[in-house]
């Protein structure tokens, strides 16, 4: 097969929410959006429903439609993203929680959904999404009538602990939440890690469950193992790929793999990442093209008939730095050509 083989360990997705759950002493939900963090968000949230998990988060509601269709009506499905116009039937015949973002989806969904259940997103100094605190202290009294299922906001810092950005909103949140009578939630990942006083009623890991940091202690979640299509012997001073942009300083064998920037790698890797065969670093020479990578073998014992990737070598997060990205961005980018194995629970 000349497809990539992308491996996905849904035990280890359990394993980290079970970890993420054991360091906090309320509810936690699941963060499936982005299709799972691009490992597939029907399996990864049976897998996670099976493990317990009650409450999932998608962006949009779109992202909903499989998660349903898979679980069933007994998990509650919630939209970051809110009530937009036209949504409103997805989210009838869904039963989705929009999480309301400003007072502008709070009358939109009061007025074609009335009664519908619903939650309420803060800004406490993201900017990004959620009702302004103004906005939300002209509207909280008719709001809190209507029994939201939850009061949330986001943190914008939390991968760095010692920010003082943390605590600055964890402030903010307090002030415009304590004393009502309804759930909150303020951390994720990040804001599990930074202690029980970020926690509240309810938690919403994403990028941890995947095996990305800040969730330092996490379990790998993927491996992915490029086949080599093409093996050949170049002389002193010969050129590899697009632009001659690699010349060999001495004689070298050169692997051509399958795999490219149209399945997620990224062409800022070219002349950078480096690919495994077991324990032994292989150098990728050359651009990065659509389809094909050149990698240095020349020091390697056999041929091989892969070269890894991400795996026990090297993690996501370790190809994101060469990169100069993050690992939410390599994770969510994995392309749809891979041949997907997927196991675990």
């Not at 035990?11 to 929410?17: F, G, H, L, T, Y």
Request: aromatic fraction near 6%.
């Amino acid at each position: 097969m000349s497809t990539g083989r992308l491996t996905i360990d849904l035990d280890a997705v359990v394993a980290n929410w079970r970890a993420l759950d054991g360091m906090t002493n309320c509810k936690t939900a699941a963060v499936v959006k982005a299709n799972g963090y691009g490992l597939g968000a029907p399996n990864v949230a049976k897998a996670l429903f099976k493990a317990g998990v009650r409450q999932f988060f998608v962006a949009v509601a779109e992202e909903a439609v499989e998660i349903r269709e898979e679980l069933g009506q007994k998990p509650e499905i919630s939209i970051f993203s809110g009530h937009m116009k036209g949504d409103t039937d997805l989210i009838r015949e869904l039963n989705l929680t929009p999480m309301l973002n400003s007072v502008e989806q709070m009358t939109q969904h009061f007025e074609t959904l009335p009664g519908h259940p619903f939650g309420i997103q803060l800004d406490t100094g993201m900017n990004r999404l959620g009702m302004e605190p103004q906005e939300w202290a002209a509207v909280a009294e008719l709001v809190l009538s209507q029994n939201p299922t939850l009061v949330m906001s986001h943190l914008a810092c939390a991968d760095e602990p010692d920010h003082p950005m943390n605590p600055h909103q964890l402030d903010v949140f307090k002030q415009l939440t304590d004393g009502i009578n309804v759930p909150r939630s303020l951390a994720a990942t990040g804001g599990i890690l930074l202690g029980p006083e970020y926690h509240f009623d309810l938690t919403r890991p994403g990028i941890g469950l995947y095996g990305g940091h800040p969730f330092e202690h996490a379990t790998q979640a993927i491996e992915l193992d490029l086949p080599v299509i093409q093996v050949r012997d170049l002389s002193e001073g010969e050129v590899v790929g697009y632009g001659n942009s690699w010349q060999a300083d001495r004689p070298s064998k050169i692997a051509t793999v399958s795999g490219g920037y149209a399945d997620g790698i990224f062409r800022l890797l070219s002349d950078k990442a480096t690919l495994y065969h077991g324990d032994i670093p292989c150098k990728l020479v050359g651009r990065v093209s659509m389809d094909l990578l050149t990698i240095d073998i020349t020091g390697l014992p056999d041929i091989p008939t892969k070269l890894t990737l991400i795996g026990p070598k090297q993690s996501v997060d370790d190809l994101a730095k060469q990169a100069n990205t993050i690992g939410y961005e390599v994770l969510t980018q994995l392309g749809a050509r891979y041949n997907r194995k997927t196991y675990g629970k």
